[in-house]
């Protein structure tokens, strides 16, 4: 397979939609087969674990998802019933993580399970503020608010001017999580998304970096910390560290997933930011045919519905 560097003709927008969002299905995929293991347990089991097997403690089939990929379709499926008022209707996406929880998911985590069923009693789009509770899921989902929303030019991009997809990237993280670090982290890799889909480079994404570093240094990835729990901060500076560290998309979730721990989620993460970097023709053939055909047949739909609702294309 030849190597996939910034040097190859840069991939088109719709190839970058379509890389970030079925490397996001497939890091997901991959991870999920070695979530909460560690790296060493990893290594002895695997060697280098970097071919989607289902198993895991979920007991997948092999290509199947877990919520990281089912909550982001939920969000994108909201966007799209929504192109009527702009691709947004923050209630639609209450109602789609309602749907979906009641279609009996394979996994949720305990703050969204928690935001959700409180949006079903009192319908309430805010959850309280906890100091104390700042996971990942409400950053693992908003994909498709990176891919849907009206892009800005890449100047604005990196001085952080992205009105309209920092609300609705807030707004819907808030549905459950009510926590300043997963408000940080869900705009800093929303950023770093949409800057590589506007066709900016490794070193524009440095720079986008440190500056939310600057602004919250919890997140300092350099040198990694170690850390590969479902916490926002570990997630965050591992996916950062893998991506910065690569030289491909293949490399960096392989890299990620094989770090252990959260692995669904950071595996995902990196996936989707590989993905918008490299683009579609990055993703391992192997890794998308053995998806799930439905998510893939689904991802398909919803990258050229996003596409339409961002560009009119």
Not at 16 to 23: D, H, W
Request: hydrophobic share 40%; glycine share 12%; charged share 20%.
């Amino acid at each position: 397979m030849p190597s996939h560097t910034d040097a190859v003709q840069a991939p088109s927008l719709q190839e970058r939609f379509l890389g970030a969002y079925l490397g996001f299905a497939s890091g997901d995929a991959l991870g999920a087969t070695v979530e909460f293991m560690t790296a060493g347990e990893i290594r002895a089991t695997f060697g280098v674990h970097n071919t989607i097997r289902g198993g895991g403690w979920l007991r997948l089939k092999p290509g199947q998802i877990t919520d990281d990929t089912q909550m982001c379709l939920a969000v994108g499926d909201a966007m799209i019933a929504s192109e009527a008022t702009g691709g947004w209707d923050l209630r639609c996406v209450a109602d789609g993580f309602v749907k979906w929880l009641r279609s009996r998911p394979v996994d949720i985590g305990n703050t969204c399970r928690r935001g959700i069923r409180r949006y079903m009693q009192d319908g309430s789009l805010h959850a309280p503020e906890l100091h104390d509770d700042a996971g990942n899921g409400a950053l693992m989902r908003n994909l498709p608010v990176a891919l849907g929303t009206p892009p800005v030019p890449l100047a604005e991009l990196l001085e952080g001017h992205d009105p309209v997809f920092t609300q609705r990237s807030l707004e819907q993280g808030r549905i459950t999580h009510g926590n300043i670090l997963s408000d940080a982290s869900i705009l800093m890799l929303g950023q770093l998304t949409r800057v590589l889909l506007a066709g900016g480079g490794v070193d524009d994404c440095h720079r986008v970096a440190e500056q939310w570093i600057r602004q919250h240094p919890k997140f300092n990835f350099t040198p990694w910390p170690g850390r590969t729990s479902g916490y926002v901060v570990d997630t965050v500076q591992t996916v950062l560290d893998g991506f910065f560290s690569a030289s491909s998309l293949e490399e960096c979730i392989v890299s990620v997933v094989n770090r252990g721990g959260d692995a669904d989620t950071t595996g995902a993460l990196a996936g989707q930011l590989a993905g918008a970097r490299w683009g579609i023709k990055a993703i391992p053939t192997h890794w998308v045919d053995k998806l799930d055909p439905s998510v893939r047949k689904k991802i398909s739909e919803q990258v050229e519905a996003l596409l339409r609702l961002a560009v009119g294309q």
